[in-house]
């Protein structure tokens, strides 16, 4: 049972992503009212969610704590699964609230570049994220802020990869909506792009930044 419980709360902080995500863009308040969304939700749900889980509302940022040895596979695949379930949950919910349309306007997607620099720009916004996430999170010799920082980071990269990519940094922001609209254009550069930057983070904060005493 004791198991259970950060993978609930994974679910339920990656369902209020994707929920507020798409409701956000809906809602049309501009590139920095969209940031804002998305990372307000971010900063409280990793502060909500931190003590009990690390905060992982984000297969990249699993990914990246198991690179740098921060978490077993099998607690990564029980993290992995509640992610993409809360995701999932909250792609259907919008599309009972919301038309189909609104909803795929709500899912990541590509805008004046193509599939190969899609994935270069995600890697690098989930290399910032995972990067801040190991310097205020998992580090214990960070600053303890609750989620601010990583909310923050999640803001800004909207900022420069909004009008680009959607900046989702994260699989389970596309997969939700993705699977309840059947919409999967380009899908594959919001797992690659992603995933190859929190694994880079990861290895990188690890191997040259991580105190060996830890």
């Known amino acids: 049972m004791n198991k259970l419980h950060p993978v609930s709360r994974k679910a339920i902080g990656t369902f209020a992503l994707i929920f507020v995500g798409v409701g956000a863009i809906h809602a049309n308040p501009g590139l920095l009212g969209v940031a804002l969304a998305h990372g307000l939700t971010i900063a409280v749900m990793v502060s909500a969610t931190g003590h009990i889980s690390g905060g992982h509302l984000n297969p990249a940022v699993t990914l990246g ?6 978490i077993d596979m099998n607690g990564a695949l029980r993290y992995w699964a509640s992610q993409l379930i809360g995701a999932a949950a909250a792609g259907f ?8 349309s609104v909803v795929i306007e709500g899912t990541p997607q590509l805008a004046g570049i193509g599939a190969a620099k ?5 890697a690098i916004l989930t ?6 996430v190991y310097g205020t999170g998992i580090d214990s010799r960070g600053p303890k802020i609750g989620g601010l920082a990583i909310g923050l980071t999640v803001a800004l990269d909207i900022l420069f990869g909004g009008p680009l990519t959607g900046a989702a940094m994260n699989p389970a922001r596309t997969f939700g909506p993705a699977l309840a609209t059947s919409f999967w254009e380009a899908h594959y550069v919001y ?19 991580m105190s060996q005493t830890q």
């Open 191 to 209: 797992w690659i792009g992603p995933m190859l930057g929190g694994a880079a983070a990861g290895w990188v904060y690890s191997k040259f930044l």
């Open 127 to 132: 290399f910032f994220l995972v990067f801040v």
């Open 118 to 122: 899609g994935i270069v720009v995600e």
């Open 65 to 70: 704590a198991l690179v740098g040895g921060k």
């Open 93 to 100: 919910i919008c599309l009972g609230i919301f038309d189909r």
